[in-house]
């Protein structure tokens, strides 16, 4: 890592960049994306709040956040108005990098958040509410669905990053989503844009993956990120040490493809 600029201070953006890493797809690297990109900024001097939105919890869980019953969660200050600096916990071994943990019961929120007023801003406000000049970035890691959760996520950013699966079904799902984007834009964010599009899952023995590859770069052209995320067994492994593949086995091809995807990120200007 170190020859690869492993000490190299990448340059902080004016503002903190507010992202949701969405896809209504399931098992596209969401997740996966969230909590590597996070760690490689933040072991690259900048400042980073990871925002698990998905009941599941798995970016808490990769992260080592404890959570347990007693645990208070973003489903607190989405339904109780928590805020978020309380929530924020730091992750072991990472400096600069915090985790505002997912628990269980997330998967009731959607359900509540139906009777509360604006209830589409409520990640929003509570951002609003946060003193964000320390921190640079935001990653708000969204649950594999189209419902206010991932809604709340999309008015509260300012970007959205698509990790894409290089397999054909990866690109049917695409178009609605682009759609719930620009519905967005034009109801409740007008300031939205999707400005990061990362291949991930790319296998270079299949003809198939270039092919998608291809055709998301034809469609997407600049928005799409020049690094490709390969297959990774390491990068499959790390959530089950509680950690990032960055910090797991900073060598493997997963963990120098998202410290690339990091960089990317890093030195493009804000779209």
């Not at 492993?6 to 969401?30: H, L, M, T």
């Not at 994306?33 to 599941?56: C, E, F, K, S, Y």
């Not at 798995?58 to 080592?64: D, R």
């Not at 709340?152 to 300012?158: E, K, P, R």
């Amino acid at each position: 890592m170190a020859s690869r600029g492993q000490d190299e201070i990448w340059p902080r953006p004016g503002s903190c960049r507010v992202i949701s890493v969405a896809n209504q797809k399931g098992g596209v690297g969401k997740t996966t994306t969230t909590v590597n990109i996070a760690a490689a900024l933040a072991m690259h001097g900048q400042r980073v709040l990871v925002v698990d939105l998905d009941p599941q919890g798995n970016a808490s869980t990769a992260l080592s956040m404890e959570r347990d019953n007693q645990t208070r969660s973003i489903y607190h200050c989405l339904v109780e108005d928590e805020e978020i600096r309380k929530l924020a916990q730091p992750v072991p071994d990472i400096p600069g990098l915090w985790c505002a943990p997912a628990t269980i019961d997330l998967a009731g929120a959607e359900i509540e958040l139906v009777s509360l007023v604006a209830r589409e801003a409520r990640l929003k406000r509570a951002f609003a509410a946060y003193d964000t000049s320390d921190l640079d970035y935001i990653l708000i890691d969204c649950p594999p669905s189209l419902g206010l959760l991932t809604v709340n996520a999309m008015v509260a950013c300012d970007e959205v990053m698509i990790p894409i699966q290089c397999e054909y079904y990866a690109l049917e799902g695409l178009g609605q989503l682009l759609r719930n984007v620009e519905l967005v834009q034009s109801h409740l964010n007008p300031g939205l844009a999707v400005s990061t599009i990362l291949l991930t899952m790319y296998d270079g023995r299949t003809r198939l993956s270039q092919q998608v590859a291809d055709e998301v770069r034809s469609h997407f052209q600049d928005t799409v990120l020049d690094t490709v995320i390969p297959r990774s067994v390491r990068v499959s492994e790390a959530p089950s040490y509680g950690q990032s593949v960055m910090t797991y086995d900073p060598s493997s091809t997963g963990a120098v493809a998202y410290l690339d995807a990091a960089r990317e990120i890093a030195h493009r200007a804000k779209r």
